[in-house]
T-cell receptor, first 109, second 119 residues
Framework: EDQVTQSPEALRLQEGESSSLNCSYT??????LFWYRQDPGKGPEFLFT???AGEEKEKERLKATLTKKESFLHITAPKPEDSATYLC??????????FGTGTRLQVFP | GAVVSQHPSWVICKSGTSVKIECRSL??????MFWYRQFPKQSLMLMAT?????????EQGVEKDKFLINHASLTLSTLTVTSAHPEDSSFYIC???????????????FGPGTRLTVL
């Protein structure tokens, strides 16, 4: 059964304090691993797609990496506006997105 | 690019009434649209997948007669919650995946969500 586990559940950072969010997954035939950002009361906002182990993608202060078992979302020198819930999802042979429960990030000035 | 809208953004209705939620892809054609439900502090739960011009595929445990989905065009899908009850109160989010009849992209782009409250 396809499964996604995200850790930590919640993360509090001081502005400028870099950290990483983890997404562990098991999936039959990985077609893609996706990272989304979700603000309270809004729909998820697409960040990255990773397709194969070793792949990395960057956008501003965010960098996503992928291995055969997990993905990391690295946040470098975060700002308060980076506060949100970050969701990881995988797509396997079933074509559906299987989401993790997310990491709630709070960045304090 | 890749903008998805939902209407309404919130709705309050009486128990027993029906509510229709629209999902539109504004700047791309979406051969496939998805409907999710999200409870407070929980992740997204897929309810159904709809392909333009064909019947929706519902996930196990989702009542297809209660949650009617129509995907009449490449830019519009609707979800109708029939005979709504308080337990149907939730945050409903749609997503759209770009593609044509020969090419399908992987990324799903999400709408802003609709907050449904049934009294």
């Amino acid at each position: 059964e396809d499964q996604v586990t995200q850790s930590p559940e919640a993360l509090r950072l001081q502005e400028g304090e870099s950290s990483s969010l983890n997404c562990s997954y098991t999936v039959s035939g990985l077609r893609g691993l996706f990272w989304y950002r979700q603000d309270p009361g809004k729909g998820p906002e697409f960040l990255f797609t990773l397709y194969s182990a070793g792949e990395e993608k960057e956008k501003e202060r965010l960098k996503a990496t992928l291995t055969k078992k997990e993905s990391f979302l690295h946040i470098t020198a975060p700002k308060p506006e980076d506060s949100a819930t970050y969701l990881c999802a995988v797509q396997g042979y079933t074509d559906k997105l299987i989401f993790g429960t997310g990491t709630r990030l709070q960045v304090f000035p | 690019g890749a903008v998805v809208s939902q209407h309404p953004s919130w709705v309050i209705c009486k128990s027993g009434t029906s509510v229709k939620i629209e999902c539109r892809s504004l700047d791309f054609q979406a051969t496939t649209m998805f409907w999710y439900r999200q409870f407070p502090k929980q992740s997204l739960m897929l309810m159904a997948t709809s392909n333009e011009g064909s019947k929706a595929t519902y996930e196990q445990g989702v009542e297809k007669d209660k949650f009617l989905i129509n995907h009449a065009s490449l830019t519009l899908s609707t979800l109708t919650v029939t005979s709504a009850h308080p337990e149907d109160s939730s945050f409903y989010i749609c997503s759209a995946r770009a593609g044509s009849r020969t090419v399908v992209y992987n990324e799903q782009f999400f709408g802003p969500g609709t907050r449904l409250t049934v009294l």
